[in-house]
């Protein structure tokens, strides 16, 4: 069992400048008069030292007492050396007495996962945290956010204080969390041990068809592509010019005896001395192997001219051999193949007009929120149209699924446990957008939990944080983000690897490239940062790559602006500007 405290523990979340001290002093004497004694654990991140110089407790401290506790009668203050490895937030928590304290309030670790009050304020316009902190369980500001959290006056410091003194009344102890799945549980899984988690669970399609042509494209071979003919099929002409005889290639006059058009044949054989006027990708006659382009000849009646001297001639110049391109009984492609533009054509170049492919993948998709419209409906008051379902549904497109689409789904208990009732008959993988925060309004895990099964829901990454992944028995469900940049992010990086797995495309791996940053970037430890970022070739044929705009994980045009999302590892604090970095490239992804 986690160390931990049976007291309220409260944080507030803020960027620099927001008055969070202000605040707190405001509001300490505020939760005192209501009888709530509070505790505070704040976190420096400098050297802090509380002793002075030449006191006794210092000269003790300093002669290697560890720890130097010193009382009198007004207050006491322990003194750990702590020798650069701090103490967990945990076993900060414990060192608080429960039987004298009511609350513990938190300023600092904002890495750590437990409930916070966001405090916001319009003219710093800062980005808002709680579109990607679950642990946020109301916002304090002087603005209207999107949400479905609490909204608290950022000035009226007696409001917070309610708002407090209720929550106490109902804010479970730390302790009773488990790891797994739980907005504070500081064991939030990795994009890696997601996504592993996540492929363990995918089971590859099994049922194939024959697929004619037209239909082919997107869809991933079930069986090796084998060549029952050679391509070319016979020896012929790449130009325009004139064929001949390798042993003539001294000889500047030939006789004129032929001509030959593609689609047509010269019967003959060849002799010494004769060449036959050839088109482009028609056959060359018998024995002929050379041909010397149109441009390089003169010709007078029946006669050909070569200037050697000007025009060199090589055997085999200008002949494209049968089998060139492909060997017949040759591989073409292997299983698992996805057919795109190319790979179409070359199957029709084999002349085969249908091959076997992996039934494409059923995908149930739906939106969930009181405040998503369709497009094309008049506008309503305090809602937003639809994008989600329309970037998924291109992107399920793009990689040959079938959809099934559930439209928009209410954020009602009952209107999702029938559709995803319904869902889970007819689709073999589910996928939704919304829903799945800690809002009032996400009912997404109660429904999941009732019918199938959570493996988890929430990774250490953004955007994208809050993501459920799940299932129904064999059927696999994605609980998407509502923010239309995370629904983009978790799509390319979870449900695609999934559905290529599950379409039976083992040889997929996406894209990675080195790039060198074009400026200072920052990322939290232990979290996965996706930044949309647009990447080029520099003069010295380098690829480098810079941010775009703003990054908040509701706007969408960073998506359609950028070519490429910037991957800041878990374990990478600060990219310097001309540091190489990991670049993953969306121009063949969207
Ligand atoms: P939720 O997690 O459901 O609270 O959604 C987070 C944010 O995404 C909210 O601001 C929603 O309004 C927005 N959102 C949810 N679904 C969609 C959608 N289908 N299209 C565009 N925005 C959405
Ligand atoms: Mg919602």
């Keep these: 069992m986690r160390q931990s405290t049976p007291l309220p523990v409260l944080g507030f979340a803020a960027f620099s400048g927001t008055g969070k001290t202000t605040l707190l002093e405001a509001l300490l004497p505020k939760l005192l008069q209501k009888g709530v004694r509070v505790a505070m654990i704040k976190h420096a991140h400098h050297n802090f030292d509380i002793d002075t110089p030449g006191k006794d407790s210092f000269r003790l401290r300093k002669a290697g007492a560890n720890p130097m506790l010193i009382s009198s009668n007004f207050r006491n203050a322990m003194m750990t050396e702590t020798h650069d490895e701090p103490p967990s937030f945990y076993q900060l928590l414990e060192r608080i007495s429960p039987d004298s304290v009511d609350l513990i309030l938190v300023e600092g670790f904002k890495d750590e996962t437990f409930p916070k009050i966001e405090l916001n304020r319009n003219t710093l316009k800062k980005p808002w945290l709680f579109e990607d902190d679950p642990n946020i369980i109301a916002l304090a500001c002087d603005s209207v956010p999107k949400t479905d959290l609490p909204l608290l006056d950022i000035n009226d410091i007696s409001g917070i204080c309610a708002f407090i003194f209720q929550w106490i009344q109902k804010s479970p102890p730390l302790k009773k969390y488990n790891a797994s799945c739980d907005a504070f549980s500081k064991d939030i899984l990795s994009v890696k041990e997601g996504l592993k988690i996540i492929l363990e669970h995918i089971k590859p399609q099994s049922q194939t068809l024959n697929l004619p042509l037209e239909k082919l494209s997107h869809h991933v071979l079930s069986e090796p592509l084998i060549s029952a003919v050679n391509v070319p099929s016979t020896t012929n002409s790449a130009m325009d010019g004139y064929a001949i005889l390798s042993q003539d290639l001294t000889q500047e006059r030939f006789k004129l005896v032929g001509e030959i058009h593609a689609g047509h044949e010269y019967a003959l054989a060849l002799k010494k001395g004769e060449c036959v006027k050839i ?48 060997q017949k009984g040759g591989l073409v492609f292997p299983v698992g193949t996805r057919i795109c533009a190319a790979k179409l054509g070359m199957i029709a170049s084999l002349g085969m007009a249908s091959a076997s492919v992996f ?60 559709v995803l009732h319904q869902a889970k008959k007819e689709a073999d993988i589910i996928i939704s957008s919304g829903g799945v925060s800690v809002g009032e309004a996400d009912h997404i895990k109660t429904v999941l939990e009732k019918q199938g099964k959570i493996h988890f829901w929430h990774l250490n990454m953004r955007p994208g944080r809050p993501l459920v992944f799940g299932s129904f028995e064999t059927c696999p469900f994605f609980g998407l983000p509502g923010n239309p940049v995370a629904v983009m992010v978790t799509f390319l990086e979870f449900v695609e690897p999934a559905l290529r797995q599950m379409q039976g495309e083992h040889l997929w791996k996406p894209q990675r490239l080195t790039a060198l940053a074009q400026e200072t970037l920052y990322s939290k430890k232990g979290r996965t940062e996706y930044i949309r970022g647009i990447y080029s070739i520099n003069h010295k044929a380098q690829i480098e790559v810079q941010t775009i705009g703003a990054q908040g994980s509701g706007i969408l045009s960073s998506m359609n602006e950028a070519n490429c999302l910037i991957e800041i590892s878990p374990e990478t604090l600060k990219i310097n500007k001309n540091d190489a970095l990991c670049i993953i490239p969306l121009n063949t992804r969207l």
Excluded: W
């Design 359 to 418: 039934s494409p993948i059923k995908v149930a998709l739906f939106s969930t929120g009181d405040e998503v419209q369709n497009p094309g409906t008049p506008p309503k008051e305090n809602c937003i149209y639809d994008a989600n379902r329309q970037t998924l549904r291109a992107m399920l497109t793009k990689l040959g699924c079938e959809i099934l689409d559930f439209g928009i789904i209410k954020d009602q208990k009952t209107a999702l446990e029938e």
């Design 279 to 326: 088109m482009t990708g028609a056959p060359l006659p018998k024995n002929a192997d050379t041909v010397v382009m149109k441009e390089q000849a003169q010709t007078e009646k029946e006669s050909v001219f070569f200037n050697l001297t000007k025009y060199p001639i090589t055997k085999g110049q200008n002949v494209r051999e049968a089998g060139e391109d492909i």
